[in-house]
C-alpha cells in the first residue's frame, strides 16, 4: 500500500507539473496585430465589393482541391501566413452574395453593425441556451423578439426563439403543432401547401416520419396565390375520406415570386376548420415596417417563421419562430435530464434550450440589437422601400426595353420575366426554355451580375430579387441592358 501511495503522489506532481501552465497562445501584442490586420481586411472588403467581380463560379472540384487539400499541420503555422492564404485562396474563390450585383436566390446584405455584433458574439462566446450562464444574452434576444411581435401585431403572450435560419424555423413550427394531435392520429394528419411553397416544408415533414403522401400540393390561382376555393374543397374531400386536415402553410413572400398568399382569408378558413395557420414569411416578413396591408392577417397566424438575414441586414445565420400561443413551444421542446438540473429555468427565468431543438446555442441576437440600436428602425424602414422601388424599376425597364415578357409581375422585391426573341413566332416555348437558361449562365460567367432562374407554368423565367441596401439604379439598369445584349447575340446564334 505504500508504495501505491508513493506511486500516487509521484503521478499527481507530475500531473501538477504537466498542467501548471496554459496552452502557448499568441500574447496581447500578437492578438492585436492579428486582429487590426483582420478588421482591415473587413473594411477593405466591405467598402471595395461593389467595384469588384461577384467571385469564382462553379470552379471545378479538382482546382479547389489542388489547392486546399493539404494534411492537417501536427505545428502551427504564423498568422501572417495563414491569412496570406485566405485572401489569396479562400476570399475569392465563392461568389459573394452581399455583393450589391448578386440578384439571384433571395442573399444576405449585411449591414457592418450586424458584421461587428456578430464578432462581439464571438468574442464574448455566451452560451446562450440557458438563463443561469447568459441571463444578459437571454433578455436581449427576449427584447429583439418583442421587437419583432410589435412589428407582426403578435399578442405579448406569444412567444418564439431565434434560429439558424427559416428551415429549422419551419420544422420547429411543425412539430410544435404536431404536438396537438394525438399519437394514434399522426399518420393520417394532412399538410396543405402551395406549388410556390419552399421546400423546406417537405424537408422538415421527412425529418419528422411524415410520408409524402402526407403533404398535399395544391395548384397555386392565376395570380400566383394560395388558392381558397381549391383548398376549401380538398380539405372537405379529404375529410370524407377520413384524414386529418391539420396544418395549412402559407407563404409571405414566396421565393420564386415574391408573392403574399391571402393570409385573412386563410385564417378565416383555418379558423372555421380548426386548422393550424403556419405562415412562412422567411423572406417578406420585413415588408410589415413599410407596406403592412400586403401583409395583412399575418397577425392571426398560429406560428410565423422570420429570417432576418435575407431582407434585414443580418449575417448568417439568423432566423426565427414565433407561436402565438407561446405556452406550445416550451411543452413541445422542455426536457430536463440530470446533467441539466443546476440550471433548470426558475419562476421568471427563460432557457431558450427548452424552446428548439439545440442545446447549445450561440448568442444570434446581438447582432440584431447591435444593429437595429446603431441604425435605428427606420433604416430598416428605407432598406425595404429601396429593394421595392428597385423591382418596380427593373420591371420598367424591362418593359420599356421591348425584348421580354413579364411572367411574374414585381411581388416585394422580385420580378420574374423571360426574353424573347424576335423570331418569337417560329419557337417554341423548349427553345425559349433553353435561350433563357443560357442568358443566365452566360451572364453569370462574366462575373458582373449574378442571377437566378425558375420555372412558372413551365415557362423558364429569369428572376431578380432586390435585397441588398447597396444596390442602385444604374446597377439595375446595366442588369438589363446586359440581358438585352446577350440575348441578342445568344438568339443570333440559334441557342
Same mark, same amino acid.
Given at each position: 500500500?505504500?508504495?501505491?501511495?508513493?506511486?500516487?503522489?509521484?503521478?499527481l506532481?507530475?500531473?501538477?507539473?504537466?498542467?501548471?501552465a496554459?496552452l502557448p497562445?499568441?500574447?496581447v501584442?500578437?492578438?492585436?496585430r492579428?486582429?487590426?490586420?483582420v478588421?482591415r481586411?473587413? *473594411?477593405?472588403?466591405?467598402?471595395?465589393?461593389?467595384d469588384?467581380?461577384?467571385?469564382?463560379?462553379a470552379?471545378?472540384?479538382?482546382e479547389?482541391?489542388?489547392?486546399?487539400?493539404?494534411?492537417?499541420p501536427?505545428?502551427g503555422?504564423?498568422?501572417e =501566413? !495563414?491569412?496570406?492564404e485566405?485572401? +489569396?485562396?479562400?476570399?475569392?474563390?465563392?461568389l459573394r452574395?452581399?455583393?450589391?450585383?448578386f440578384?439571384a436566390?433571395?442573399?444576405?446584405?449585411? =449591414?457592418f453593425?450586424?458584421?461587428? #455584433?456578430?464578432?462581439l458574439?464571438s468574442t464574448?462566446n455566451?452560451?446562450? %441556451?440557458?438563463?443561469?450562464e447568459?441571463?444578459?444574452?437571454?433578455?436581449?434576444?427576449?427584447?429583439?423578439?418583442d421587437?419583432?411581435?410589435?412589428?407582426?401585431?403578435?399578442?405579448?403572450e406569444?412567444?418564439?426563439?431565434?434560429?439558424?435560419?427559416g428551415?429549422?424555423?419551419n420544422l420547429?413550427?411543425?412539430?410544435v403543432a404536431r404536438?396537438r394531435?394525438?399519437?394514434?392520429?399522426r399518420s393520417?394528419?394532412?399538410?396543405?401547401v402551395?406549388e410556390h411553397r419552399?421546400w =423546406?416544408v417537405d424537408?422538415a415533414a421527412?425529418?419528422?416520419?411524415l #410520408? @409524402?403522401?402526407?403533404?398535399?400540393?395544391?395548384p397555386?390561382?392565376?395570380d400566383?396565390r394560395f388558392?381558397?376555393p381549391d383548398?376549401?374543397?380538398a380539405?372537405?374531400?379529404?375529410?370524407r /375520406? %377520413?384524414?386529418?386536415?391539420w396544418?395549412? !402553410?402559407?407563404?409571405?413572400?414566396?421565393?420564386?415570386?415574391?408573392v403574399?398568399?391571402?393570409?385573412d382569408?386563410?385564417? $378565416?378558413?383555418? #379558423? +372555421?376548420r380548426?386548422?393550424?395557420?403556419h405562415?412562412d414569411?422567411?423572406?417578406?416578413?420585413?415588408a410589415?415596417?413599410?407596406?403592412?396591408?400586403?401583409l395583412? #392577417?399575418?397577425d392571426r397566424a398560429?406560428? *410565423?417563421?422570420?429570417d432576418?438575414?435575407?431582407?434585414f441586414?443580418q449575417?448568417?445565420?439568423?432566423?426565427g419562430l414565433? *407561436?402565438?400561443?407561446?405556452?406550445?413551444?416550451?411543452r413541445?421542446f422542455?426536457?430536463?435530464p440530470?446533467?441539466? @438540473?443546476d440550471?433548470?429555468?426558475?419562476?421568471?427565468?427563460? &432557457?431558450f434550450? $427548452?424552446r428548439?431543438?439545440?442545446?447549445?446555442?450561440r448568442?444570434r441576437?446581438?447582432?440584431i440589437?447591435?444593429?437595429?440600436?446603431i441604425?435605428g428602425?427606420?433604416?430598416? +424602414?428605407?432598406?425595404v422601400?429601396?429593394?421595392?422601388w428597385?423591382a418596380?424599376?427593373?420591371?420598367l425597364l *424591362?418593359?420599356e426595353?421591348?425584348?421580354?415578357?413579364i411572367?411574374?409581375?414585381?411581388?416585394?422585391s422580385?420580378v420574374?420575366?423571360?426574353?424573347l426573341p424576335?423570331?418569337r413566332?417560329?419557337?417554341? $416555348?423548349?427553345?425559349?426554355?433553353?435561350?433563357?437558361?443560357?442568358?443566365c449562365?452566360?451572364i453569370?460567367?462574366?462575373?458582373?451580375?449574378?442571377?437566378?432562374t425558375t420555372?412558372?407554368?413551365? @415557362?423558364?423565367?429569369?428572376?431578380?430579387?432586390?435585397? &441588398?441596401?447597396?444596390?442602385?439604379? /444604374?446597377? !439595375?439598369a446595366?442588369?438589363?441592358?446586359?440581358?438585352v &445584349?446577350?440575348?441578342?447575340?445568344l438568339?443570333?446564334? &440559334?441557342?
Amino acid at each position: 500500500m505504500a508504495d501505491e501511495s508513493r506511486l500516487d503522489e509521484s503521478r499527481l506532481e507530475e500531473l501538477r507539473r504537466l498542467c501548471a501552465a496554459p496552452l502557448p497562445h499568441p500574447d496581447v501584442a500578437e492578438m492585436r496585430r492579428a486582429g487590426e490586420s483582420v478588421l482591415r481586411f473587413a *473594411i477593405k472588403d466591405y467598402t471595395d465589393l461593389p467595384d469588384r467581380p461577384i467571385g469564382a463560379y462553379a470552379t471545378p472540384r479538382h482546382e479547389m482541391e489542388a489547392i486546399f487539400r493539404q494534411e492537417p499541420p501536427e505545428h502551427g503555422q504564423p498568422f501572417e =501566413s !495563414v491569412m496570406a492564404e485566405f485572401e +489569396r485562396f479562400v476570399s475569392p474563390n465563392s461568389l459573394r452574395v452581399s455583393h450589391p450585383r448578386f440578384m439571384a436566390f433571395i442573399p444576405g446584405a449585411p =449591414s457592418f453593425p450586424s458584421i461587428l #455584433g456578430d464578432w462581439l458574439a464571438s468574442t464574448v462566446n455566451f452560451f446562450a %441556451g440557458v438563463w443561469k450562464e447568459a441571463p444578459s444574452a437571454t433578455l436581449v434576444e427576449l427584447v429583439v423578439l418583442d421587437w419583432f411581435k410589435e412589428f407582426l401585431g403578435y399578442p405579448a403572450e406569444a412567444q418564439g426563439i431565434l434560429t439558424s435560419g427559416g428551415s429549422e424555423a419551419n420544422l420547429t413550427a411543425l412539430v410544435v403543432a404536431r404536438e396537438r394531435l394525438v399519437f394514434a392520429d399522426r399518420s393520417r394528419a394532412l399538410i396543405y401547401v402551395s406549388e410556390h411553397r419552399h421546400w =423546406s416544408v417537405d424537408r422538415a415533414a421527412r425529418v419528422m416520419g411524415l #410520408g @409524402q403522401d402526407q403533404i398535399v400540393v395544391l395548384p397555386a390561382a392565376a395570380d400566383g396565390r394560395f388558392s381558397i376555393p381549391d383548398l376549401e374543397k380538398a380539405v372537405q374531400s379529404d375529410t370524407r /375520406e %377520413g384524414l386529418l386536415p391539420w396544418v395549412v !402553410v402559407a407563404n409571405a413572400g414566396a421565393t420564386n415570386t415574391g408573392v403574399v398568399d391571402p393570409l385573412d382569408a386563410l385564417a $378565416d378558413l383555418c #379558423g +372555421r376548420r380548426k386548422l393550424w395557420l403556419h405562415v412562412d414569411a422567411a423572406y417578406g416578413w420585413p415588408a410589415v415596417l413599410c407596406a403592412g396591408e400586403m401583409l395583412r #392577417g399575418i397577425d392571426r397566424a398560429d406560428s *410565423i417563421t422570420f429570417d432576418p438575414h435575407k431582407w434585414f441586414g443580418q449575417t448568417f445565420e439568423a432566423g426565427g419562430l414565433l *407561436i402565438r400561443d407561446g405556452k406550445e413551444l416550451t411543452r413541445s421542446f422542455a426536457m430536463l435530464p440530470e446533467y441539466m @438540473q443546476d440550471v433548470a429555468a426558475d419562476e421568471g427565468e427563460v &432557457n431558450f434550450a $427548452d424552446r428548439g431543438i439545440a442545446l447549445t446555442r450561440r448568442f444570434r441576437a446581438l447582432k440584431i440589437w447591435f444593429s437595429m440600436k446603431i441604425l435605428g428602425v427606420g433604416w430598416f +424602414r428605407r432598406l425595404v422601400e429601396h429593394c421595392c422601388w428597385l423591382a418596380e424599376m427593373a420591371q420598367l425597364l *424591362i418593359e420599356e426595353s421591348g425584348r421580354f415578357e413579364i411572367l411574374s409581375p414585381h411581388q416585394l422585391s422580385v420580378v420574374c420575366f423571360r426574353y424573347l426573341p424576335e423570331t418569337r413566332g417560329k419557337t417554341t $416555348d423548349e427553345e425559349l426554355n433553353r435561350l433563357n437558361l443560357a442568358i443566365c449562365e452566360d451572364i453569370r460567367r462574366q462575373g458582373r451580375f449574378f442571377l437566378s432562374t425558375t420555372r412558372l407554368r413551365d @415557362q423558364v423565367a429569369l428572376r431578380l430579387c432586390f435585397v &441588398n441596401w447597396r444596390t442602385r439604379s /444604374e446597377d !439595375v439598369a446595366e442588369c438589363i441592358e446586359a440581358l438585352v &445584349n446577350v440575348g441578342e447575340r445568344l438568339s443570333a446564334g &440559334n441557342v
